[in-house]
């Protein structure tokens, strides 16, 4: 793989040397009134870059991957002064060029501990979840105050093979007893196991999300093969669905293709193929982009669903604007969001999975808020409002009667 000078630039510039001091700028091809004055004056200052040794840069030229690690393993001796978001980029970085980077003799201690055969990772979760507004005489849709805990086992068994395997403890805090009573206990339960060979293939019960979730987020038993890279990517999958209430280990297809034009902006369609015993296929369509612009990001998704119990073809919508990017590995991050929902529950096939189930039949606004508190931890609080879109007898809501929902939430990472 070859990189120009010009993209090492701009990622060695993030990597923390921002407060580095201005040098005379020794090279002939980079008077003062060029764009990469500033940054190549700083990185020659910082001891990053050296130029060709006949007083030119040559920023257009391409590097190898031998030239472009030796740059890796100078900004590594930045890493006391970046915080944590710029030292994940470097240790990003190092992942990539390890190879390169040992044929130096540098050695990263993060890779080192990583190439454990098992590792461990996962979650801790307290959560409220309430219903402010409900029709009179109809059962809550969303009422929850619970706690999880979140387990994923990693086993690296060699050549980028790995076995995972993810068990979830799921308890109500108000009344956390382990009878059998079902009303007074949560699940237990092995939530996924496969294996998998880096970003191209993995067989066996894992979680999908196709698209942007609109229709199918839920758990896949089977193989799971992708084709492609960064840039366009095809992902197949073949195998089951997890979920009873549509068959019983129903025959399931799909298939996604995402683009990324930019390195800014995504672009997914998605389709899924469900067998129904005895009634035939139902189908699922879906469309979707998510962009960012400066501090702000852009998502807008929409499906389509065939189903055999039906000839009315539905479709549901979702745009969110978010501003800044919360990130757990940075203190005192955050983001807000403003979303619009609208999901019949005739263009769902599962979401299980998603982050909030009762948003299908569902149309609304969205408004809330992630915050990090300190590293590893995550603070979520949002509230939704709008209307049912269909009669559900099992909650008694009739279409169009008003509902709320709103969430609070932590999340501890380990």
Known sequence: MKKSLVVMLTLIFILGIAGTAFAANPFSDVPAGHWAYGAVSKLYAAGIIDGMGDGTFQGNKTLTRYEMATFVARAMTKEEKVNAEQK???????????????????????????ANKIIFSGNARLRYDGQPKKPAGSSAIAAAKNINFDLVAQYNIGDDWAAVVESEWLRKIDNPNTSSDSSTMMATQHEQQYVTSGKHFLVGRHSYEAGYGLTFYSKVQGLQYTIGDDKANLV????????????????????????????????RADFQRIQIINEGYDKYYGIGFDTKLGDLTLTAAASKSEVTTTTEKKTASF???????????????????????????DV??????????????????????HYVPMKNTLVTVWYMNGKVIDADSTYNVAA??????VRAQAQFFF
């Open 88 to 114: 994940a980029l470097i240790e990003k970085l190092a992942s990539e060029f390890k190879g390169e980077l040992e044929g130096l003799g540098v050695r990263v201690q993060k890779l080192e501990d990583n």
């Open 236 to 267: 197949l999958n073949w195998g089951h669905t997890s979920d009873t209430a549509i068959a019983d280990s129903a025959d399931f297809k799909a298939a996604e293709l995402v683009v990324s034009p930019t390195g800014n902006t995504n672009i």
């Open 319 to 345: 745009a969110q604007i978010q501003y800044l990017n919360a990130d757990k590995a940075v203190a005192h991050s955050s983001d807000f969001f403003v979303a619009y929902t609208k999901i019949p529950n």
């Open 348 to 369: 769902v096939c599962d979401r299980d999975d998603a982050d909030e189930t009762y948003s299908s039949n569902f149309k609304g606004a969205k408004v809330g808020f």
């Open 400 to 405: 169009n009667d008003k509902v709320s929902y």
